[in-house]
């Protein structure tokens, strides 16, 4: 029997040819809920992915869109199993990822669109066969906005599948130049996948910050902390909580800032792989930098520059930052007045 010319075969582990995979930004902070098991699934598929396998669908020389296959050998060592287990391990996981949507921030209407992550996983005959959704390619393939680095090692070790979710989310910060900004707490009943497509809690226990920082946010941490060596957790000088701080408005609790910083600088590897997709800050990203960079303007401007570009987007994302906290006061309104002074320049 011919193979047909879009599948593309992974017969042994070193096909994959890395020891990380990547996710686009707008993945790792989408709306979308896995088992353990279908994360790990997941995460095959995106570290067997790159952008050449695409290149003749994206170009219009193909119709049919990639496909990709996986042996029984590279399953037995992805999941850490026997053969004999395979069928019981993925049969069913493999059934619900061809199900699953997946919520993709619209950055411009700030809501999510939904769409389906696959078009068909399938598990027989010692073969995963997982057919992508070419409608998310711009997500899959990491082309705007970065992406999380995240070794694949240490991710399939994680079993929690909440914990899973939050390691990504740190790779993504590995860079000293970039910072992971507070998360709201709605933000985190998105990313957690506690959400049903019209976004509203699935669990309404969930609503109530204690059990999501008890249930989800603590055994998370814990759990990283215990598999992945080159990050460390800091303690909250205020509460005493490893690893988090909470974000008030008055006595609520409206955020949770994450403290972590990464002991090991980015690899060669991943380094190459982000110059090569020319790491992007998301707009809210950004305009968290520019806010920074505002509120550093002091008589002496000669080294601060600002594009048009940055203080518009600062503008536009005044709502979110002052919804983490970020101060738009009479004093920082006259660095800004300064900032577009030099701007016009």
């Not at 098991?37 to 003749?56: N, P």
């Not at 399953?75 to 061809?98: H, M, Q, V």
Request: a positive charge; aromatic letters at 12%.
């Amino acid at each position: 029997m011919n193979i047909p010319t879009n599948v593309i075969s992974t017969t042994g582990m070193n096909e994959l040819h890395s020891e990380f995979f990547k996710k686009s930004h707008r993945i790792v902070f989408s709306q979308l809920a896995l088992s353990p098991i279908e994360h790990d699934i997941f995460a095959l598929f995106l570290t067997k992915l790159s952008k050449e396998q695409w290149e003749s669908f994206l170009e219009n020389k193909t119709p049919e869109s990639p496909q990709y296959q996986f042996c029984s050998d590279v399953l037995c060592d992805w999941f850490g199993i026997e053969k004999k287990y395979l069928y019981s391990t993925l049969k069913n996981p493999a059934r619900r990822l061809s199900g699953k949507s997946i919520g993709v921030m619209d950055e411009n209407k700030q809501r999510f669109n939904f769409r389906s992550l696959f078009k068909e996983v399938r598990y027989e005959d010692g073969m995963l066969t997982i057919t992508p959704n070419d409608l998310l390619i711009n997500e899959y393939l990491c082309i705007s906005q970065g992406h999380s680095q995240v070794p694949h090692k240490t991710f399939r070790s994680i079993e929690k599948e909440h914990a899973k979710r939050l390691y990504t989310m740190l790779c993504r910060f590995k860079d000293e130049h970039h910072t992971l900004h507070p998360q709201m707490i709605e933000d985190l009943h998105a990313f957690f996948g506690l959400l049903d497509d019209k976004g509203k809690l699935l669990k309404k226990t969930y609503a109530v910050t204690g059990n999501l920082v008890n249930r989800i946010i603590k055994p998370s941490i814990k759990e990283i902390s215990e598999k992945e060596p080159n990050i460390s957790f800091d303690i909250d000088d205020k509460t005493g909580n490893y690893g988090f701080s909470y974000v008030k408005k008055g006595r609520k609790v409206t955020g949770i800032k994450f403290l972590f910083k990464w002991r090991q600088k980015v690899n060669k590897q991943e380094a190459e792989e982000r110059r090569k997709l020319a790491y992007q800050l998301s707009p809210l990203e950004a305009a968290y930098e520019t806010y920074e960079k505002v509120k550093l303007i002091s008589s002496n401007t000669e080294q601060l520059f600002f594009s048009r570009e940055e203080l518009n987007n600062l503008l536009q994302h005044t709502a979110p930052l002052v919804d983490r906290g970020k101060d738009f006061s009479t004093e920082f309104m006259l660095n800004y007045a300064i900032a577009n002074a030099i701007c016009e320049s």
